[in-house]
Structures are given as C-alpha cells and as structure tokens.
C-alpha cells in the first residue's frame, strides 16, 4: 500500500484493499490497509475508519486468546462510532467506508467479556458474518 493517499480514489483503493482483506478474514492485513494515513481524513470518515481499524483489531486479540485488549478495543470502536454518528447526523452526511452490523456486534462481544466469557471461535464466527464495504466518492454539492 502506498504510503501517500492524496485524492478520494486512493482512499477508495486502500479502502478496497481492506474491505478484501477483511471479508476473507484476514482482520490484521485489513487493518493495514485501512490504517495508512487514516488521520488525513475529514470526519466522520476519520472518525469511522478508526473505529473500523479497532473492530480489526478486537479480531485479531480474538484469534490469539487476548480477552483484555480484544475488550478494550471493543469499547473504543463503540466509542468511535458514536463519535462518527453524531458528525455525521449533524453535517447530513455518511461514512464511504462501512461494515453494517459491526457496532451491534463490537456491543456483544464486549458484553460477553465484561461478563468474564470468552469463546473465540464463536466470535470469529460472528465476525465472518460481517461484510465490509466501500460505498462511493461523496458528490460534490
């Protein structure tokens, strides 16, 4: 992935790469290709990318039995997500990058874990459930 994103369809390409990888389930190699200069972003897309990266990243403590930090990004991608919702009703726009059912499933898992329970292959097998998305360059208004 090139390390310099300079237009909206490089950031639909290194989205694209993501989405891929994340589909197959392959949660670190999404998270690399969504993390690259994610920080350049305008919001919510910042925001929302972000939270997906943690999403990633709550799989990838999940496939190696680390509970803890998989709760702590659970909690911190929830936290994004509002975050990013709320930009987004207020500014009447939406993030171009998405996983629908994420927020839902990043609210259960860290239910499950607050509550001391922690069953990887159930997880991953909701995870796998998830599809990632890219939905088109904004139009300009």
Same mark, same amino acid.
């Given at each position: 992935?090139?390390?310099?994103?300079?237009?909206?369809?490089?950031?639909?390409?290194?989205?694209a790469h993501g989405v891929r990888d994340f589909n197959e389930g392959r949660y670190?190699? &999404?998270?690399e290709a969504w993390e690259a200069n994610w920080t350049k972003l305008p919001e919510p897309h910042r925001s929302w990318t972000q939270a997906l990266i943690?999403?990633?990243?709550?799989?990838?403590?999940?496939?190696?039995n680390r509970p803890g930090p998989a709760l702590r990004l659970a909690l911190r991608s929830l936290e994004l997500m509002a975050g990013a919702e709320a930009h987004?009703?207020?500014?009447?726009?939406?993030? &171009?990058?998405?996983?629908?059912?994420?927020?839902?499933?990043?609210l259960r898992i860290a239910a499950h874990l607050k509550a001391g329970g922690f069953d990887a292959e159930f997880f991953?097998?909701?995870?796998h459930r998830l599809k990632a998305r890219v939905k088109p360059a904004p139009e300009k208004g």
């Open positions: 992935m090139a390390s310099k994103i300079a237009t909206w369809k490089d950031w639909e390409s290194a989205w670190w190699h &999404a998270h943690q999403v990633c990243g709550v799989f990838v403590h999940v496939e190696k987004a009703q207020l500014h009447r726009t939406r993030p &171009a990058l998405e996983i629908p059912g994420a927020d839902d499933l990043m991953l097998s909701l995870a």
